[in-house]
């Protein structure tokens, strides 16, 4: 073994920015030698195959051991080569043989097969087969700290002088090593930080647009009051309430004052996800997983590590699913469809649903077990009905957010149309009063608070000195009537072209919501 042949392998692992490669050019690079019959490079890790481990009686401690990771060799007797990472000698216990007294100690080992102390050889026929003359083992030290060892059997005699430059290299590939996994560190927080970019930039697109929270009534300040208490720990959180109430603003504001609000919020829409791409879409895949896998892709789970998971729709998981979602709650862990590595998370869980989850439990249409593991701190969040008090504010919040978005002066509203917007009972509750602000705004052009045009037909209040009015019994009763003729003369048909959404001139969500409202069941 030459020092020239071991300058030019520290020169050429020195711009090596991936472990694994590095770990390869060192053991390929030494068993390139003409007298090296097997380098190795054994690093500490933690322990992993201690009930299988050939060594396990002699372990005195499972938490770390020697990991084989990276081989290179050939017989001459033979087209056998030793690049494998397998076999008897994959693992080391730290102290035990000589390559883990090296691991334990940081001590090198130098020890010549022809002489009396060739009894350590454990495959003594194997190294007569090979001519074996001299092992060294030499350990992997950066900054005080043993990362592994590195050895070599030579056919020919190690001398003093050779032995030294081994310990020069090993200091070397220490050094390489260490910059390697720094690397890789990076790239990995890039990585993380480019997939929560990724992820934060489909939050901006997807993110229900009224902003912050707004409302001073006392149903609304008793949802607040709960969040804080709450937002310290790192208890689940099961949001609840009708579509369109605001239960991802309760969530951000969950997560913005918990202690995880430097780290990001990720949002899970679970009614979007089909079936057969669930598992993916929670934990991720590897290449080559599935049809159209091109690529790796991490999950929402990862994207969330540190930070705070938002199931928004919970109910919406199939019951067949369930399981797969309780299993990483409880455990923490999972592994990437394609892959057989577990990864731990740290995530903490913020769920929202418009379904009696309890409910559905009971009924076997939810799993109970995740119900309970979700309900940890149930939050209900009132409808906008049960909060008229908070109208006026939402109402002048979304006219400046609406009339900026769309640069038109703010139009002023009368207290009459105040009065109205109160009356209304608004069945898609803070969004759909967003979608009529803006639809007022869009046909005032600029002049005055068109809203006599913009709220719905046959649902707008009655006002003027002399007007008629309705009590709300006699409203609701009415309405209740005409979404009835509405579903009769659609033959019970609510969705599509011809369906009773379609004659009344109504978004199909909206006209569920009224119908849930009601408590008109469509057969």
């Known amino acids: 073994m030459y020092a020239e ?86 693992r080391f216990p730290l102290g035990v043989r000589k390559v883990g ?26 190294a007569r087969r090979e001519g074996i003359q001299s092992f060294a083992a030499q350990p992997l030290v950066f900054r005080g700290e043993v990362l592994g060892v590195l050895a070599v059997f030579s056919r020919r005699k190690l001398g003093r002088s050779e032995f030294s430059w081994l310990r020069a290299f090993a200091d070397h590939a220490a ?10 560190e990076v790239a990995r927080l890039r990585g993380q930080l480019e997939l929560e970019r990724d992820y934060l930039r489909e939050e901006v697109k997807d993110a229900l647009s009224f902003g912050e929270i707004v409302g001073r009534g006392g149903a609304l300040r008793r949802v607040l009051q ?11 959180v099961l949001i609840l309430g009708e579509s ?42 590897v290449r080559g997983a599935f049809t159209g896998a091109h690529r790796d892709r991490a999950g929402r789970f990862q994207a969330a590590d540190g930070g705070t998971l938002f199931l928004d729709e919970v109910g919406e998981i199939p019951l067949e699913l369930q399981g797969k979602l309780l299993r990483v709650l409880q455990e923490g862990s999972f592994e990437r469809v394609g892959e057989d590595v577990t990864r731990k998370v740290d995530v ?19 799993r109970e077990d995740l119900y309970y ?29 609406v009339s900026a978005r769309l640069k038109v002066p703010v139009p002023r509203m009368s207290q009459a149309q105040v009065q109205a917007l109160q009356r209304y009972d608004w069945p898609g509750n803070v969004r759909e009063l967003e979608n009529v602000l803006e639809r007022a705004v869009i046909l005032s052009r600029g002049g005055r608070l068109r809203l006599d045009q913009a709220l719905p037909e046959g649902r707008q209040p009655m006002t003027g000195g002399t007007a008629s009015f309705l009590t709300e019994r006699e409203w609701r009763r009415r309405e209740k009537d005409n979404l009835k003729a509405a579903l009769s003369a659609a033959g019970g048909k609510v969705y599509g072209p011809g369906g009773a959404a379609e004659l009344l001139g109504l978004a199909p969500t909206t006209l569920a919501s009224r119908l849930k409202v009601l408590g008109i069941k469509v057969r």
């Open 226 to 236: 709960q969040i804080q208490p709450v937002a310290a720990t790192t208890a689940s």
């Open 373 to 401: 593991r979700l309900s940890v701190f149930p939050i209900e969040v009132p409808p906008l009905r049960q909060r008229l008090e908070d109208v006026p504010l939402l109402a002048e919040h979304f006219l400046e957010r």
């Open 101 to 126: 007294q090296v691991g334990a100690t940081g001590e090198a080992v130098l020890l010549q097969c022809a002489s009396g102390d060739a009894d350590w050889l454990v495959r003594r026929e194997w």
């Open 175 to 184: 050094v390489a090593l260490s910059n390697a996994r720094a690397f890789e």
């Open 348 to 366: 903490r869980i913020v769920a929202a649903t418009n379904r009696d989850l309890k409910g559905e439990a009971a009924a076997g249409r939810f």
């Open 5 to 90: 042949a071991l300058q030019s392998i520290s020169l050429a692992m020195a711009q090596v920015r991936s472990v694994d490669l590095l770990l390869a050019r060192i053991v390929q690079g030494l068993a390139a030698q003409p007298d090296v019959a097997l380098g190795r490079i054994w690093l500490i890790a933690p322990g992993d195959l201690c009930g299988t481990c050939p060594m396990r009686a002699e372990c005195p401690d499972t938490s770390r051991c020697l990991h084989l990771a990276a081989s290179a060799g050939g017989s001459r007797k033979s087209d056998e080569e030793w690049s494998g990472l397998e076999g008897a000698f994959r």
């Open 244 to 285: 369109g109430v605001g239960k991802e603003l309760i969530a951000r504001a969950i997560h913005e004052q918990s202690p995880r609000r430097e780290r990001p919020l990720i949002r899970v829409n679970c009614a979007s996800i089909p079936r057969e791409l669930f598992e993916s879409e929670f934990f991720g895949h």
